[in-house]
């Protein structure tokens, strides 16, 4: 069936919100058993009961429109979690991986504040008033988080993954030094860029 009007593309957006925040709830217990940070994994914790909150509130959202809630396949969603699990299995614990969670987590915040966004604004244009103040608790919410990420990120994690590149890479730094010593160049040091 093709979409044709702002109410079906916004019934069809409050579908597949329903079907990110659920694939989130999967994602945040996974999330805080990976966190080595207390403060990150705490972050995970509390937003995960806060996800609850945000599906029963999509769930209002399809009551007031007269319809079982229903999801659609968020491949936006699938694709960010994905990437996130796929970066995070290749980090060993510690905080280059807090770092790295952080970044997926606010991926995450970031495609639901796009999508809350939209959504809130077509409702306010149908008229569906009371549906556009709910999504728009919830994208408050959502730019809590994401402002709650940074803060942990800027604090001390990304600071703690920094320094402890620095000492993983110097081997690297070395193995220039040597190949220079031996009379080999990279294109770089042979000044070709």
């Known amino acids: 069936m093709q979409t044709e009007t702002l109410n079906e593309l916004y019934i069809d957006e409050i579908k597949d919100i329903y079907h990110a925040e659920k694939q989130t709830l999967k994602a945040l217990p996974k ?8 403060k990150l994994r705490a972050a995970f914790e509390e937003h995960l009961e806060q996800t609850k909150g945000q599906v029963a509130r999509l769930e209002e959202v ?12 968020c491949d936006g969603m699938e694709g960010i979690l994905k990437e996130g699990d796929h970066v995070a299995k290749e980090l060993e614990e510690g905080a280059t991986l807090d770092a790295a969670l952080i970044a997926g987590a606010q991926k995450v ?11 809130r ?10 549906q556009a103040k709910l ?3 919830t994208l408050e919410e959502e730019k809590l988080a994401d402002q ?3 803060e942990l990120a800027e604090e001390a994690i990304n600071a703690e993954a920094a320094a402890g590149t620095e000492e993983t890479e110097a081997p690297k730094r070395g193995s220039n030094s040597k190949r220079r010593e031996s009379g080999e160049s ?6 070709l860029h």
């Not at 604004?121 to 009371?130: E, V």
């Not at 990279?186 to 000044?191: C, F, I, P, R």
């Open 31 to 38: 999330l805080a058993k990976q966190a080595s940070s207390e």
């Open 109 to 119: 915040e970031h495609y639901e504040i796009a999508s809350y966004g939209c959504a």
């Open 135 to 137: 999504l728009a608790e």
């Open 186 to 191: 990279s294109e770089t040091e042979a000044g």
């Open 62 to 73: 399809f009551e007031l429109l007269d319809m079982k809630p229903s999801a659609k396949k």
């Open 148 to 150: 709650k990420l940074t």
């Open 121 to 130: 604004t077509w409702a306010t244009l149908l008229g569906y008033d009371d």
